[in-house]
T-cell receptor, first 112, second 110 residues
Framework: QKEVEQNSGPLSVPEGAIASLNCTYS??????FFWYRQYSGKSPELIMF????GDKEDGRFTAQLNKASQYVSLLIRDSQPSDSATYLC????????????FGKGTHLIIQP | EAGVAQSPRYKIIEKRQSVAFWCNPI?????LYWYQQILGQGPKLLIQ????????DSQLPKDRFSAERLKGVDSTLKIQPAKLEDSAVYLC????????FGPGTRLLVL
């Protein structure tokens, strides 16, 4: 059974600070990793994906992957109140069936 | 570019009734997915289509759920008969490389 684990939170961060979201996964064969943002009552929206070990930056967002530790993280710099949402970590194990396995999500609150 | 379309947006039914959801993917996306998202959980994959063929339906409760994508474009997901625990948001997604989600159908089973 493939599992993706996230701390459900809530994680409270002051405006302007760095928010750090973490995710671990059980399947060592996992090949690609995604972060989705989900506002209450809305559908998930893709923020970033990462395939290789190391860091990947896109604007205020940085995804970090460590396959040896089976660990993925998302850093949000200069956090804004509009970043308040649930952040879902998703993993794709590769092969022809490429449906994603999602964690339960971390509820992030940015305090003005 | 238009996104993934889903209808209806909301549905309330009584247990043991049947219900159907419709999805129209992003134009040109060959792969289509149905996910179930229960409140407080992440989405769970129910079924994946590649064109009009099923790639993965290992988590679809086949005694009550069925899905089809007859012409390789639109898809329908059906539940018959519905149970209380089917109350959830049903999300359709399509992809070429990354998955994009539709707005979802919120189902309440009473």
């Amino acid at each position: 059974q493939k599992e993706v684990e996230q701390n459900s939170g809530p994680l409270s961060v002051p405006e302007g600070a760095i928010a750090s979201l973490n995710c671990t996964y059980s399947d060592r064969g996992s090949q690609s990793f995604f972060w989705y943002r989900q506002y209450s009552g809305k559908s998930p929206e893709l923020i970033m994906f990462i395939y290789s070990n190391g860091d990947k930056e896109d604007g205020r967002f940085t995804a970090q992957l460590n396959k040896a530790s089976q660990y993925v993280s998302l850093l949000i710099r200069d956090s804004q109140p509009s970043d308040s949402a649930t952040y879902l970590c998703a993993v794709h194990s590769g092969g022809g069936a490429d449906g994603l396995t999602f964690g339960k999500g971390t509820h992030l609150i940015i305090q003005p | 570019e238009a996104g993934v379309a889903q209808s209806p947006r909301y549905k309330i039914i009584e247990k043991r009734q049947s219900v159907a959801f419709w999805c129209n993917p992003i134009s040109g996306h060959a792969t289509l997915y149905w996910y179930q998202q229960i409140l407080g959980q992440g989405p769970k994959l129910l079924i994946q289509f590649q064109n009009n063929g099923v790639v993965d339906d290992s988590q679809l409760p086949k005694d009550r759920f069925s899905a089809e994508r007859l012409k390789g474009v639109d898809s329908t997901l059906k539940i018959q008969p519905a149970k209380l625990e089917d109350s959830a948001v049903y999300l359709c997604a399509s992809s070429q490389e990354t998955q994009y989600f539709g707005p979802g159908t919120r189902l309440l089973v009473l």
